[in-house]
T-cell receptor, first 112, second 114 residues
Framework: GQNIDQPTEMTATEGAIVQINCTYQ??????LFWYQQHAGEAPTFLSY????GLEEKGRFSSFLSRSKGYSYLLLKELQMKDSASYLC?????????????FGKGTKLSVKP | DAMVIQNPRYQVTQFGKPVTLSCSQT?????MYWYQQKSSQAPKLLFH???????NEADTPDNFQSRRPNTSFCFLDIRSPGLGDAAMYLC?????????????FGPGTRLTVT
């Protein structure tokens, strides 16, 4: 079966650093995505990892270990607007073939 | 701006009354997806079109159908909505030339079934 696990909720303080973990077990792997979703809105793309290692993009970084079936999203210098759900999603096959399997999302609350 | 548009943003229908949700895109992407997302749950892929080829997920109920008359438009038809079909329905697109084949999502249509 397909399984993607991430914590349900996290709380952090404005200006701090937070790490959101994701573990996956899927039949097939062609990359892992992180999306941000504000309440009542559509998911927006944050990052994509297909090789092991760290990808950095401004305040956001994403890490992947394929051998461990593990990824994390690192958010630095947290801002109030970062309060949202963060979805981990695995692409199982290559090309534009759909098959994105989403985790349930981690709801992050940033407090002053 | 190139985008994915969904109409309406909010739709109320009655139990058993057919309803159609629409999605259009100006990105000229060849793949279009429909997801169902219930509260505090992951988006669940219902089906997708790769060009004109329709790909249904194995566990998508027969009550859900889709049409793609051209590259830009895609419709989700719910033939006999039940109370359990109340959810946010997300349309997404992806296309060639993108290294990551990231999916671009529309704002969603929130469906209420009364």
């Amino acid at each position: 079966g397909q399984n993607i696990d991430q914590p349900t909720e996290m709380t952090a303080t404005e200006g701090a650093i937070v790490q959101i973990n994701c573990t996956y077990q899927t039949s097939g792997f062609n990359g892992l995505f992180w999306y941000q979703q504000h309440a009542g809105e559509a998911p927006t793309f944050l990052s994509y990892n297909v090789l092991d290692g760290l990808e950095e993009k401004g305040r956001f970084s994403s890490f992947l270990s394929r051998s461990k079936g593990y990824s994390y999203l690192l958010l630095k210098e947290l801002q109030m607007k970062d309060s949202a759900s963060y979805l981990c999603a695995v692409s199982r096959y290559g090309g534009s073939q759909g098959n994105l399997i989403f985790g349930k999302g981690t709801k992050l609350s940033v407090k002053p | 701006d190139a985008m994915v548009i969904q109409n309406p943003r909010y739709q109320v229908t009655q139990f058993g009354k057919p309803v159609t949700l629409s999605c259009s895109q100006t990105l000229n992407h060849n793949v279009m997806y429909w997801y169902q997302q219930k509260s505090s749950q992951a988006p669940k892929l219902l089906f997708h079109y790769y060009d004109k080829d329709f790909n249904n997920e194995a566990d998508t109920p027969d009550n859900f159908q889709s049409r793609r008359p051209n590259t830009s438009f895609c419709f989700l038809d719910i033939r006999s909505p039940g109370l359990g079909d109340a959810a946010m329905y997300l349309c997404a697109t992806s296309g060639p030339g993108q290294i990551s084949y990231e999916q671009y999502f529309g704002p969603g249509t929130r469906l209420t079934v009364t």
